[in-house]
């Protein structure tokens, strides 16, 4: 994947110090991408339907890694209904449905759009987002 090197050190610092993987009480999702082998646990504490805490971890590649602990430090703090909304816009993003501009401001999420070029590699990306989205949807 051809990206440039400022994006390729916020995935590679990601992967090897992935944020917010850690034990807390709340409900929670797993998922699993069968054709590469990456494994996603997300556990979200909501309180007053907003996510107090994010717990998400992964293993598996550096771009699904990555994708879920920048998603953890995004999501943290939100509603459940401005997470939801996120969630679909990162969802267009990385499928390139919305262009660059969209994501200015998310720094972290424009490291990886390497992954719009290769599609394989965007269900690696993606697994945390959708895995979010699956735990979400138990509070409701």
């Known amino acids: ?6 994006y390729q050190e916020v995935i590679l610092e990601h992967y090897k110090n992935p944020r917010n993987c850690k034990e807390i009480d709340g409900i ?3 998922g699993h ?5 990456d494994r996603v646990e997300v556990v979200a504490k909501i309180e007053n339907d907003k996510l107090e805490d994010l717990s998400v971890c992964t293993k598996g590649c550096a771009i699904c890694t990555a994708s879920g602990s920048i998603m953890s430090e995004k999501i943290k703090g939100m509603t459940v209904e ?11 993003y990385l499928k390139g449905e919305l262009p660059e501009e969209e994501f200015e401001d998310v720094f972290e999420l424009k490291a990886l759009s390497g992954v719009r070029k290769l599609p394989v590699r965007i269900k690696c990306a993606l697994l945390p987002w ?3 989205e699956n735990t979400l949807k138990h509070k409701k």
């Open 1 to 6: 994947m051809n990206i440039d090197p400022i």
């Open 130 to 132: 959708i895995t979010l």
């Open 82 to 92: 401005e997470a939801g909304a996120f969630i679909e816009r990162v969802k267009k």
């Open 33 to 37: 991408n069968a054709s590469c082998g």
């Open 28 to 30: 929670s999702e797993r």
